[in-house]
């Protein structure tokens, strides 16, 4: 006897886990490819997009159809939003990259994805300003043409084909597609043609019959399969076996590990209150309560560890930044004892040569690091109201007593990724000074009192820290923070030169002012200035740079 129970509605099915997993992937995937770019100059972008499509080429004459796809993929996210000074290297790599990614999606069998690429390379080859050449822009209007032949776009990959074979005149291949495709379409005309002698209604009617009979099948399907696997379960329920028997097995272990673990906190929880309590502290009955100051605490410890590592990474660039100041001594000696020598001896001319080149990456670092690093500008004194409510923190009892200003200076250079080189190329032309960096400084706002050196260098630090902080790494770079947040170029080049030092810095806040509105439009007027006396810096970098090399 059928069971004449509810109904249910069968779900339409949603994203599939591997559906899941590949969306996963591939947002990883782009992330990673975005962080790589981010800390890239143009002229390093261009090297790699360049060296990716060379390998993905190499890639696809072996066959490894997928692995060329990925890194074609990855050269277009490398250049396609190059700044448009660099706009005949981007074009000339982006249309030959989009034909290329067309052909893989061809040959992996997803055409729309083919005719997107191929659409977005015709955009490109179908500005005049970007000059782009007949062969390219042919190769691109007919693989949009054969993709649009496989989605069954007839008409418009004619049209494709047409465009194609007008800019290749004498192509077989695209010529042959051509004739494929006209001879479908003239079919097509035909058979449409016949079809329209009266029987159009008809056969109307008919798919109308079809696509009912289909859909009273489809529910009677599903009714039986709905029916099948209720006799299914109370069959199960009969014979006195519990629907989800296994599956309690199967979690009674995991059970047991959250006991164990939770006996565990419990535990824990009790030493800690002991502890507590031995200091003065109030101990913490509830274990909700107890999880969230442990996860505050587990925080706390992590962000210890954190500026300890900053701290240590401070301490080895400075060794760095130690070792290129002693090169600099000692170039500068070399330099000096080169002209004395020429001055006491006539000149010899060797041979003349058309151009030459000098590898300057390691001075223009150098002078530009100890330019910037430790840069400042001091506030007006501050009113005894704001001073006042300045010191009613504990942590500024020390400087009391006294006059205090507010002090803005850059504490670190976080990246300074690029090149540079000087190249001449006769003595009757002058001398090219080339330059590309992605610079970013770290900078604070302090109280200190006038003339009171606010920089600590990464040993008077630990210092701090074993001495004063009870092994506690201290937050910041001056001893009385108020404000924080990092500078950022990601073109600071010789072809954005800017004249009155107007170079577009971007400013980020890592730590606000919290000592209310007023000290707070103090502080950032007071960061406005340092960023002005940065880009001032910057400006003078460039033309000691010129004048040195």
């Known amino acids: 006897q059928e069971f004449a129970g509810p109904t249910f509605a069968l779900m339409a099915p949603t994203k599939t886990f591997l559906e899941y997993q590949a969306e996963k992937r591939q947002r990883e995937w782009n992330d990673k490819v975005q962080a790589q770019k981010a800390s890239m100059g143009n002229e390093e972008r261009v090297k790699r997009a360049t060296d990716w499509k060379r390998i993905g080429n190499d890639k696809f004459k072996a066959g490894n159809v997928c692995e060329a796809r990925d890194y074609y993929r990855e050269a277009i996210i490398y250049v396609e939003d190059l700044v448009d000074a660099r706009r005949k290297e981007r074009n000339d790599l982006l249309v030959p990259l989009y034909c290329n990614l067309a052909q893989v999606y061809l040959k992996l069998d997803s055409p729309e994805k083919a005719e997107d690429v191929s ?27 054969l993709a649009r032949i496989c989605l069954e776009k007839l008409d418009e990959a004619r049209e494709d084909l047409r465009a194609a074979l007008k800019l290749q005149p004498g192509s077989e291949e695209i010529a042959k597609q051509l004739a494929a495709v006209q001879a479908t379409l003239a079919e097509q005309a035909k058979r449409a043609k016949e079809a329209m002698g009266g029987f159009l209604q008809r056969q109307a009617t008919r ?28 069959a199960k329920l009969s014979k006195g076996s519990m629907l989800y028997e ?126 910037l690093v430790g840069a400042s500008v001091d506030g007006q004194e501050l009113e005894p109201r704001f001073a006042n409510s300045v010191l009613e923190s504990q942590e500024l009892k020390d400087i009391a007593g006294g006059d205090l200003i507010l002090k803005a200076f850059v504490t670190d250079v976080l990246k300074l990724n690029g090149d540079a080189s000087v190249v001449r190329l006769n003595p009757h032309k002058p001398t090219l000074h080339y330059f590309d960096y992605f610079l970013k400084l770290e900078w604070e706002v302090a109280i200190a009192k006038p003339g009171e050196e606010v ?46 030092g107007g170079w577009k810095l971007e400013v980020k806040i890592k730590k606000a002012c919290d000592r209310g509105p007023e000290l707070s439009a103090m502080v950032e007027a007071l960061r406005d200035q340092l960023k002005f006396k940065v880009q001032r810096l910057m400006s003078e970098w460039v033309t000691e740079y010129k004048e040195y090399w």
């Open 246 to 371: 296994e599956r309690e097995k199967e979690m009674e272990p995991v059970r047991q590990k959250e006991e164990e673990k939770k006996n565990t906190l419990e535990l824990e929880q009790s030493l800690t209150n002991i502890l507590d309590e031995s200091k003065g502290i109030p101990k913490t009955e509830k274990f909700d309560d107890f999880m969230e100051k442990k996860l505050a605490r587990c925080k706390d410890q992590h962000t210890e560890l954190d500026q300890k590592k900053k701290i240590l990474d401070k301490k080895t660039k400075e060794e760095h930044w130690g070792e290129d100041d002693a090169w600099k001594g000692q170039r500068e000696d070399h330099r000096r004892r080169l002209a004395e020598e020429r001055a006491q001896e006539p000149f010899a001319p060797g041979p003349r040569t058309m151009w030459e080149a000098k590898e300057v990456a390691r001075w223009c670092e150098q002078r530009l690091r100890d330019t």
């Open 207 to 234: 798919d109308e019959q079809r696509r009912q009979a289909d859909e009273r099948r489809s529910e009677r399907r599903a009714l039986a399969e709905q029916r099948q696997q209720m006799q299914t379960a109370f």
């Open 119 to 145: 659409s977005k390379a015709l955009v490109i080859a179908e500005m005049p300003r970007n000059a782009v050449g007949a062969g390219m822009h042919s190769k691109a209007q007919f693989r949009r043409g």
């Open 455 to 500: 920089y600590r260098t990464a040993d008077e630090l630990i210092i701090v820290a074993a001495k004063v902080n009870d092994g506690n790494a201290p937050q910041s770079i001056s001893k009385h923070r108020m404000f924080a947040g990092t500078f950022k170029i990601r073109e600071f080049c010789s072809e954005e030169n800017s004249d009155d």
